[in-house]
């Protein structure tokens, strides 16, 4: 049996696909059909059908060409770049049975290669005297813009290749000159011929270096000295994957207006705000939502608005140590609470309050806390990481996996903001928001310092960044 029914290359323009592409054309038994799914024509510019389908027939059901692909006389295969149809992506890589190449180029030439290319309006060459020479002009931003598009896609790839437990072939531009590494790729693709020599059809077009084709090389190379190559500032994220928690979506009693709730944010305040909307009490808001029901939700009430509220982190982490750890009782999570006595040596009084329990030993727990949530965060715990202190950041890229709120709100403002909110479904008196939206503010503001603010900053700089939050206003 074959090693393999099928194969992709993932590729990206200027990156050598057409020359690789023609190498595995010259293996017996190997077919590549261009950039088979190519939006803007099947296969190659000139061509109608690819295995006797053609471009209105490949995009109304795209699947039917990869299973022509699979099932077709020997091994068959395309190019798939970033920019081609991306519901045949998880497909692709779904099937094991479907060889993986990844070919890859130094970003900075596979960029001047696509100026000089769009500016000559020549992406191929077969034959030297035919060659159209140009020199470029270096954008910051528009090569900026290039990278992160490159990255972006190799990080998900990437990433479902792990996820899959599969390996790819890896190739990097400068190796496709190597008849061995072509020849490498025939084995991981199982087949038995092998190349004699590299193809000589298609002839390199900008061979000088990147000096002699870049106008502004001066701006260009001062530019990528300023780029954070090994992204150096990143801060690492460790915090496990959340989803997007729909049963957790609370909906007005008959506005359509939806919200997604940030645990040990304000969440009371705007719970009886979003009931009040209605002259409803809290418990007429509607919730326990699956995937399903929410999108018919969605789907009967054209104009409905989604919102989330943030809560600046040192709050909102407080909040979280005082409802959960600190007072006990009902909805407290005691088992964390023990371990962070015993095993943290946090001095949480047994019982609050607590008579020997004052400013300073709040503020002494809370910094230990914070602490903990660093480690827990950073997956040094075997504590589970709770929705109450992750990272708003991670809270949202949960959200974003089912459909991305239309607002996102801040707790200092939010009277003002939910009032816009309103407004946009056609609200124009509305209820007024408690101002006690965080009931722990008081023991807050006795025990907030430079410090706390510091440790807080060091646990949540991902929301400092993302969301731009100052300092605390204690």
Not at 345 to 354: C, Q, S, V
């Amino acid at each position: 049996m074959a090693d393999f029914d099928s194969f992709v290359v993932f590729a990206e323009m200027r990156t050598g696909s057409n020359f690789l592409e023609a190498n595995l054309n010259a293996l017996e038994g190997v077919t590549c059909h261009g950039e088979a799914f190519n939006p803007h024509f099947i296969s190659y510019p000139s061509r109608k059908t690819t295995l006797g389908l053609s471009a209105d027939q490949r995009d109304a059901d795209p699947q039917a060409l990869l299973d022509a692909v699979s099932a077709a006389d020997g091994l068959n295969g395309f190019r798939f770049f970033s920019d081609h149809d991306m519901r045949v992506f998880d497909p692709i890589l779904k099937d094991r049975r479907c060889a993986k190449i990844v070919l890859t180029r130094n970003p900075a030439e596979s960029y001047v290669s696509y100026k000089i290319a769009k500016a000559t309006k020549q992406w191929k060459l077969n034959d030297v005297k035919r060659l159209r020479s140009e020199t470029i002009t270096f954008d910051a931003d528009e090569f900026d813009a290039h990278i992160a598009r490159l990255q972006a896609f190799q990080i998900k790839l990437l990433n479902a290749l792990q996820t899959s437990g599969q390996t790819a072939f890896y190739v990097d531009y400068e190796d496709l000159q190597n008849v061995d590494v072509m020849n490498g790729i025939a084995r991981f693709l199982g087949i038995p011929s092998r190349l004699k020599a590299l193809d000589d059809t298609l002839k390199k077009q900008n061979p000088g270096s990147l000096a002699d084709k870049v106008e502004n090389f001066d701006d260009m190379a001062a530019a990528l000295a300023r780029a954070d190559r090994f992204n150096l500032t990143r801060t690492p994220n460790f915090e496990p994957r959340r989803g997007p928690s729909v049963p957790s979506y609370l909906a007005a009693p008959s506005s359509p207006l939806l919200y997604l709730p940030i645990k040990s944010g304000p969440t009371q305040a705007v719970e009886a705000w979003l009931a009040g909307l209605d002259d409803a009490d809290v418990d007429a808001l509607v919730g326990k939502f699956t995937q399903k029901s929410l999108r018919t939700w969605k789907r009967d009430r054209p104009g409905h608005r989604t919102f989330t509220v943030l809560r600046h982190p040192v709050a909102r982490a407080h909040s979280a140590f005082c409802s959960k750890i600190l007072m006990g009782g009902e909805g407290s999570f005691s088992e964390i609470r023990s371990v962070l006595r015993k095993q943290f040596k946090l001095p949480i009084p047994a019982r609050y309050p607590d008579a020997k329990y004052g400013t300073r030993e709040h503020r002494e727990t809370f910094l230990g806390f914070l602490k903990f949530v660093k480690a827990n965060l950073s997956a040094q715990t075997n504590i589970r990481v709770d929705a109450h202190w992750a990272s708003q950041a991670q809270v949202l890229e949960g959200y974003a996996e089912f459909g991305t709120p239309d607002f996102v709100l801040r707790e200092e403002n939010l009277e003002e903001s939910l009032a816009i909110v309103a407004a946009q479904i056609g609200k124009t008196t509305m209820p007024q928001v408690s101002e006690d939206t965080d009931v722990y503010a008081g023991l807050l503001r006795d025990i907030y310092t430079a410090e706390v603010e510091d440790a807080a900053r060091d646990v949540y700089q991902r929301d400092y960044v993302a969301f731009g939050f100052g300092d605390y206003d204690a």
